[in-house]
């Protein structure tokens, strides 16, 4: 009898049936590593043929059939290696694994007396997929609020954080950085004669231009209605200014089918090069009276205010 009270060959026998039933995978290797047991789920997912049922020629005929263990880029002979080496190293393990099939396992290994093995696995390809459900969300989540619903620029917020870190690597790096800030011009005038799918068509081509003819390094964000901040790491205020003039020359065009709109715009821009007492403030502050300059010369324009 045990401690339930239940006789030793019934408890046996009901212990064995659960062991058989379970959905965990479950098997004992004796100290010559050979299988001696393996319950319904373990046959299924690791022993394709019962010819030689020691772990390596398990393994092999799995990876001859395609099935099993994803090992990767790794040669059948170096996995084996490696996995052997690992058996037994400690008395107690768990670590996961892929199989060909997609299915993710948590295996735990336990070192039993005389070098004996019990090796336990439970299907996790739920809680893997969930995580990844929930790494895709909350990806798209940190995208959404870093972007400008419109133009698909980066926003206002995480324009001028990246203008905080490319600042502080100017002062503490001794790098180079020029800014711009450009306005559509007479962007209300837009809306009001062609509507305002007409004016969201223009923000979206500008940005489109932007990205057109603009370095790779280069960011160009919207931080308002027809306001774009223009971040040039690693160039001097002239470099930037030949980047804006590139924009500058190419005619941005907006056509409507229905109703049947056709205009060119321009912008006006205000640049300038960051100095190593600058904050975020004084070189947007001087960047806006750059632009400002711009607007008062006739728009259409791009002034140049020099660093302090």
């Known amino acids: 009898m045990n401690a339930v ?45 019962t010819d030689n049922v020691s772990f390596s020629a398990i393994v092999r005929s799995n990876h001859a059939a395609g099935v099993g263990v994803n090992i990767g880029a790794s040669s059948i002979d170096t996995y084996i290696a490696r996995a052997r080496a690992r058996r037994r190293a400690q008395s107690h393990c768990s670590y996961p694994i892929e ?17 004996w093995l019990l090796c336990e696995a439970a299907d996790v390809t739920a ?22 619903y419109l133009t ?49 068509i223009a923000l979206c081509r500008f940005a489109e231009n932007c990205r057109a003819n603009l370095r790779t390094v280069d960011t160009v964000a919207r931080i308002g209605g027809e306001e774009f901040l223009i971040i040039c790491p690693g160039v001097p205020v002239q470099a930037a200014l030949d980047i804006l003039n590139r924009l500058h020359n190419n005619p941005i065009q907006v056509h409507l089918q229905f109703p049947s709109v056709d205009f060119s715009y321009t912008f006006s821009a205000g640049v300038t090069q960051a100095s190593q007492g600058d904050t975020v403030h004084s070189l947007l502050a001087r960047a806006d009276q750059a632009l400002y300059a711009a607007k008062a010369h006739g728009r259409n324009s791009i002034q140049i205010a020099a660093g302090e």
């Open 5 to 49: 009270g239940i006789p030793d060959e019934e408890a046996g026998a009901r212990l064995l049936e659960g062991l058989q039933a379970s959905r965990s995978l479950i098997a004992l290797y004796d100290p010559d590593d050979t299988l001696w047991y393996a319950n319904d789920a373990f046959l299924k997912a690791f022993v394709h043929s």
């Open 99 to 115: 199989l060909l099939d997609g299915k993710r396992l948590w295996i735990t290994e336990t070192l039993l007396p005389g070098g």
């Open 127 to 148: 809680l893997k997929q969930a995580e990844t459900s929930l790494r895709v969300s909350r990806d798209v989540a940190l995208e959404a609020s870093q972007t400008d």
């Open 152 to 200: 698909k620029l980066p926003n206002r917020r995480y324009a001028f954080e990246l203008l905080k870190r490319a600042l502080l690597s100017t002062q503490t790096q001794m790098q180079l950085l020029s800014i711009a800030l450009v306005d559509l011009d007479f962007f209300k005038s837009i809306n009001d004669r062609f509507g305002h799918e007409a004016g969201d």
